[in-house]
């Protein structure tokens, strides 16, 4: 097929050679004629040369037409060449328009994005200041962005600040970005434990048998994780040996203990774990990194933690985490309240559950 399309382009360009009036082919014949009008007949000539030589007026009329020919196919030519110019001129300006479009497409797209992101900014801020402003025991709010990603044999959670909003003259430290790693094994094992745990909370299990099968289940869970963090961390003698892996699990051994005494999430327990000797360390892994919105994220639940630094400022403080989806986007809200705000007349439980219900209305 190639070879067919070469021999008819040869062809083709034959074609255009030996209809060119200054082709060489026949340039040569036109001054093959010129020299009959200056020669004289002879018997050795073939006859239609004699002939051609007895009648110049053949030969002129023949050479008045190349004459004109040439000229008008000159013209013709120039004209040619000249539109294939200001066509391969016009291809150009078509490719720069193309690459200029394609450029200004992306300038567009990426300017939709951030036009996205900053009206879902400003989304976020409007709820934020409304829900902050009109709640008397709400003090701040903030949003995280989360994501949960398996790599290799490690789970790695990241959390990314994304908005805020604080009242007057109230001190609050944002958490701007950090991940959380543990081992896969165990993430799954702590999912699972998790998830019976809240299929008992629910009380939807009504057969005796299997609510003591899943009571079992769940015990043995969490002891088996909890007696591998416990030993880990009681293992650690310095405070200069703690890595990241080591404040994921201690937060994750204070999810345990409120699970196994099947405590709310939103109940503040603050009692000491790793024991006296261990209070210097067990203090750094419960100060040294914000962990208390990872147990809203590994519940996938409300989670209430108190403020445990040493600071008058925030005595009594303590925040609620909640999970969200907005817009296909996994987030964590955390607001802050004062529990001296709350007395024995006020349920807690049910308190949270208004609070949270109208910042998800704020945000439709």
């Known amino acids: 097929m190639i070879g067919e399309a ?7 360009n034959s074609i255009i050679t030996l209809l060119n009036p200054i082709s060489p082919v026949v340039t040569l014949v036109i001054g093959w004629l010129l020299t009959i009008l200056v020669t004289e007949p002879k018997a050795e000539f073939p006859r239609a040369i004699n002939y051609m030589i007895n009648n110049p007026i053949a030969i002129m009329m023949l050479l008045l037409f190349w004459l004109i020919f040439s000229v008008i196919y000159t013209e013709q030519r120039n004209s040619i060449t000249k ?3 200001t066509l391969g001129t016009k291809e150009e300006i078509i490719k720069e328009k193309e690459r200029q479009l394609n450029h200004t497409a992306g300038v567009i797209l990426n300017r939709s994005g951030d036009f996205a992101r900053f ?5 976020f801020n409007d709820a934020l200041a409304g829900f902050v402003e009109n709640n008397v025991l709400i003090e701040s709010a903030q949003i995280y962005a989360y994501s949960i990603k398996r790599i290799k044999r490690d789970v790695i959670i990241k959390v990314c600040y994304e908005s805020g909003y604080v009242y007057e003259d109230i001190d609050i430290n944002n958490l701007a970005q950090t991940y959380y790693e543990l081992d896969y094994a165990d ?4 999912k699972d434990v998790i998830n019976m745990w809240k299929e008992l909370s629910t009380n939807s299990v009504t057969s005796i048998r299997e609510k ?3 009571i079992e289940a769940v015990l043995k869970g969490i002891e088996s ?3 591998k963090y416990y030993s880990e961390l009681c293992g650690l003698s310095n405070v200069s040996e703690v890595d990241n892996k080591h404040f994921t699990k201690y937060r994750i051994l204070t999810l345990l203990i409120r699970l196994a005494r099947r405590y709310s999430t939103t109940t503040i327990d603050n009692k000491n774990i790793l024991g006296d000797d261990k209070k210097e360390i067990e203090y750094f892994l419960l100060n040294g ?4 919105i990872l147990s809203s994220i590994l519940l996938e639940d409300t989670f209430m933690f108190k403020y445990t630094r040493n600071s008058h400022k925030k005595d009594g403080r303590a925040y609620v985490c909640f999970p969200a989806n907005i817009a296909n986007q996994n987030y964590i809200i955390v607001f802050s309240i004062q529990t001296f705000d709350l007395d024995e007349y006020i349920d807690l439980e049910q308190e949270i559950d208004s609070l949270k219900s109208d910042f998800v209305n704020r945000l439709l």
């Not at 993430?187 to 702590?190: E, G, N, V």
């Not at 990194?289 to 208390?292: A, L, P, Y």
């Open 6 to 12: 070469v021999l008819k382009r040869i062809i083709k």
């Open 83 to 85: 539109l294939y110019e």
């Open 119 to 123: 009206n879902k900014l400003l989304r």
């Open 187 to 190: 993430y799954t094992q702590l």
């Open 212 to 214: 003591d099968a899943l």
């Open 225 to 227: 994780l909890f007696r």
């Open 289 to 292: 990194k914000r962990t208390g």
